[in-house]
């Protein structure tokens, strides 16, 4: 199978990757296309813009930053819209909210190409081992051809029927994680602070009924300040942001979301936004400590 891939960053290299190791004939394409020479060197081709990408390859996947992004690659010059059309199907796996996946989807439709979002659960690793979440919705013809695809990129699929719910199937999933790792930043914190060893507080969460992969994962590096990213904070913050703007769509109150995203704001606001999510522990752990009133 050819497919085109439109976004290199932390997640679109490893998807990427791993499409060409399983052997798809993959072309690739990246704002900044010097980043697309470690895909050239494991066998994808180059399209010099997302137009000529679309216009070699039947179906095309985007992983890109934020609803700016895939607007901008869909809309602008050299776009997507300039080449899509009949037997064409697009497929955007990048985070963003409903609004934006659903005037992506009317336009690829009015040129008589097939849509489907498909956003996904999952990170670096997942992403560089094939075990994403795939949470997709739209066309569901475009859907079932890209199922060999998705097959290699992730361990499940779910299909959510119409467009838009994808998009905020991720959002909630993100709004409850990004909440998770200010729970966590803050439980780090307080134990510290009052005379107890947090990597002890990390030993006794794992075993109750509270463990997860994440804290498991993060809580060890946060302890050590190492914030490589995998999940850069920006992003995090972005999605907060898109699950708040849905709360508000939909009247449903969110204090403790809304709380976790004044963090990541913080957090970004002090230059921590390349790094990932869980240095927001950076911003909990300075708000407290200061010794006993
Ligand atoms: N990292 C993670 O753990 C996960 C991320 N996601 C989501 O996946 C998406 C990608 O994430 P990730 O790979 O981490 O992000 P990165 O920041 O690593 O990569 C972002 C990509 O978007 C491109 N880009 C940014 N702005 C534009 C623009 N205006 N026009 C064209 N291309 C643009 C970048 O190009 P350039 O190289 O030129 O800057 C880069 O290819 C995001 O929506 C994120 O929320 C979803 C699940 C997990
Ligand atoms: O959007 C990013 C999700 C990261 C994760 O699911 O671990």
Not at 9 to 32: D, E, Q, S, Y
Not at 66 to 73: G, H, I, K, Q, Y
Not at 100 to 111: D, H
């Amino acid at each position: 199978m050819e497919v085109g891939f439109l976004g290199l960053g932390i997640m679109g290299k490893a998807m990427a990757a791993n499409l060409l190791r399983h052997g798809f004939r993959v072309t690739v394409w990246n704002r900044t296309l010097s980043k697309c020479q470690e895909l050239v060197a494991l066998g994808a081709a180059v399209g010099e813009t997302p137009a000529a990408v679309v216009a070699k390859c039947r179906y095309t996947i985007a992983m890109l930053s934020d609803p700016s992004a895939a607007l901008s690659v869909v809309f602008d010059k050299d776009g997507v819209l300039e080449q899509i059309g009949e037997g064409k199907g697009y497929v955007d796996m990048s985070t963003v909210d409903a609004a934006t996946s659903c005037k992506i989807s009317e336009a690829i439709k009015q040129k008589g190409g097939a849509f489907v979002e498909a956003p996904v659960s999952g990170s670096k690793k997942p992403a560089e081992d094939g075990q994403l979440v795939i949470l997709a919705a739209g066309d569901k013809v475009l859907y079932d051809d890209m199922v060999p695809a998705f097959d290699v990129l992730g361990k499940k699929s779910f299909f959510l029927g119409e467009i838009g719910n994808g998009a905020k199937m991720k959002l909630v999933v993100n709004m409850i994680m990004g909440s998770m790792m200010n729970a966590l930043s803050e439980g780090l914190s307080l134990a510290d602070n009052s005379g107890l060893s947090p990597q002890t507080l990390l030993d006794v969460l794992d075993l109750g009924a509270i463990a997860n992969p994440m804290f498991k994962l993060k809580g060890p590096s946060m302890l050590q300040g190492s914030y490589n990213p995998a999940f850069p904070l920006k992003h995090q913050q972005k999605d907060m942001r898109l699950a708040l703007a849905l709360g508000d769509e939909n009247a449903v109150s969110m204090p403790v979301a809304a709380a976790s995203n004044e963090a990541f704001k913080k957090a970004r606001s002090l230059g921590l936004g390349d790094l990932d999510f869980s240095a927001v522990y950076e911003v909990l752990k300075g708000a407290g400590g200061s010794g006993k009133a």
